[in-house]
């Protein structure tokens, strides 16, 4: 099975700062890799996908980059609606889900 | 728009079974491969298993030879048979849907559902 390591768990940031989240695959996954934001309660919401196309509708201070084994989110102007928790997927073979990043208010 | 909504979810003891379906509209549902997605309580996102347009299963290791995916092209459902389930089958199950047409499931998951609340206990 690929493993999705992603860090940090948790990030304190302020609105206005540039956020950044890191996934690591076990093994290769080419750009097989998605990001989806979850807010409390809710269901989660597409970002992200092929490692760096961004779904329709997505403000484009989302962004991210990446192939193979390391990826990155990136949120820059961070906004009071981006406190959420972020998760990246594969999908190169079955699926595997990061273990999450909590954003809060700093 | 798109709509996915699950049903089905309900206490269960362990070794009990359970069906969850999810209809869904707003899309060529015979199209695209469907979905199902889990949370554990307080956890993160699982994939469980996922079905082609065509009706071709595939299944986490965790569930396998324990659930059964199926859809109904004739009334856009999809269902998850879920047999012998244990206290970690505890979840919100996520009916959610393929963003690519023709690839091989599971792909990203650009429309979900609310969810439907599992609880496996005694």
């Known amino acids: 099975d690929i493993q999705m390591t992603q860090s940090p768990p948790n990030l304190s940031a302020s609105v206005g700062d540039r956020v950044t989240i890191t996934c690591r695959a076990s093994q290769n996954i080419n750009n097989w890799l998605s990001w989806y934001q979850q807010k409390p309660g809710k269901a989660p919401k597409l970002l992200i996908y092929k490692s760096s196309t961004l779904e329709s509708g997505v403000p484009s201070r989302f962004g991210g980059s990446g192939s193979g084994t390391e990826f990155t989110l990136t949120i820059n102007n961070l906004q009071p609606d981006d406190f959420a928790t972020y998760y990246c997927q594969q999908h190169s073979r079955s699926s595997t889900f990061g273990q999450g990043t909590k954003v809060e208010v700093k | 728009e798109v709509l996915l909504l699950e049903s089905g979810g309900a206490l269960v003891q362990p070794g009990g079974s359970l069906k969850l379906s999810c209809v869904a509209s707003?899309?060529?549902?015979?199209?695209?491969?469907m979905n199902w997605v889990r949370q554990a309580p307080g956890r993160g996102l699982e994939w469980v298993s996922a079905?082609?347009?065509?009706?071709?299963?595939y299944y986490a290791d965790s569930v396998k030879g324990r659930f059964t995916i199926s859809r109904d092209n004739s009334k856009n459902m999809v269902y998850l048979q879920m047999d012998s389930l244990r206290v970690e089958d505890t979840a919100l199950y996520y009916c959610?849907?393929?963003?690519?047409?023709?690839?091989?499931?599971?792909?990203?998951?650009?429309?979900w559902g609310q969810g439907t609340m599992v609880v496996v206990s005694s």
């Open positions: 079905t082609t347009s065509g009706g071709n299963p």
């Open positions: 707003g899309f060529t549902f015979t199209n695209y491969a």
């Open positions: 959610a849907k393929d963003s690519t047409q023709g690839l091989v499931p599971p792909d990203a998951f650009d429309f």
